[in-house]
């Protein structure tokens, strides 16, 4: 988990107000992604990015938005939080995929919690 | 859509005892199936991971059984521990493309 950091690790908002979630890596991966977990749904794709000048949509996009600011940074703004964002928000990274896969290393996690 | 679908969602067993997870998949272009293992508080790990090109895959007490043809994979822990107490998620991709698609979770608890 000490490859992957996540700030802040908790977090209790307001309905309305835009926050950030921010993801730092010291693996050197290109690719970086940004999950949900919610009880009975499991890792729910929000965004993710290829390389710094790549952003892609996941299953779950509506309401969020994203910033690669660099190869090592990848940050996830919550553009006005409402309460159904309530949730357990995981950063994670991979490299290029090889003959056996991908590997994904996730971060400890955000709690956020939207009154 | 839930191109993965994992049962049961939750699990309790015996110290000593077999835990079985079960996951299926619709997708035939998926051909890489890794088992994550997130302790709580924690992030996933990736646990142990099959191709489909071979029907098991063992890696100590952690088994992965394959069947192409039902589109199914599984999970197995022998001996299970109080220690494997977690939440286990499925996933599948496709070779060399982008993105794991992960299936629901199972919370399981081995009790001594």
Redesign the interface.
């Known amino acids: ?1 000490a490859d ?1 950091t996540q700030t802040p690790r908790n977090r209790i908002t307001k309905t309305g107000k835009r926050i950030m979630l921010e993801c730092s890596q010291t693996k050197g991966h290109d690719r970086m ?1 940004w999950y949900r977990q919610d009880p ?6 929000i965004y ?1 990015s ?1 390389d710094v000048k790549d952003i ?1 949509k ?1 299953e779950i996009s509506d309401g969020y938005s994203v910033s690669r600011q660099a190869q090592a940074k990848f940050s996830l703004s919550l553009e006005s939080a409402i309460p159904n964002q309530t949730a357990l928000y ?1 950063c ?1 990274t991979s490299d290029l ?1 090889g ?11 955000t709690r956020l919690l939207v009154l | 859509q839930q191109q993965v679908k994992q049962s049961p969602q939750s699990l309790i067993v015996q110290k000593g005892g077999i835990s079985i997870i079960n996951c299926a998949y619709e997708n035939t272009a998926f051909d890489y199936f890794p088992w994550y293992q997130q302790f709580p508080g924690k992030g996933p790990a990736l646990l142990i991971a099959i191709r489909p090109d071979v029907s098991e895959k063992k890696e100590g007490r952690f088994t992965i059984s394959f069947n192409k043809s039902a589109k199914q994979f599984s999970l197995h822990i022998m001996d299970s521990q109080p220690g494997d107490s977690a939440t286990y998620f499925c996933a599948a991709s496709r070779r060399n493309t982008d993105k794991l698609i992960f299936g629901t979770g199972t919370r399981l608890q081995v009790f001594p």
């Open positions: 988990d992957v992604y009975g749904l499991g890792l729910r794709l993710y290829f892609n996941g995981f994670a995929p003959p056996r896969g991908e590997t994904q290393y996730f971060g400890p996690g």
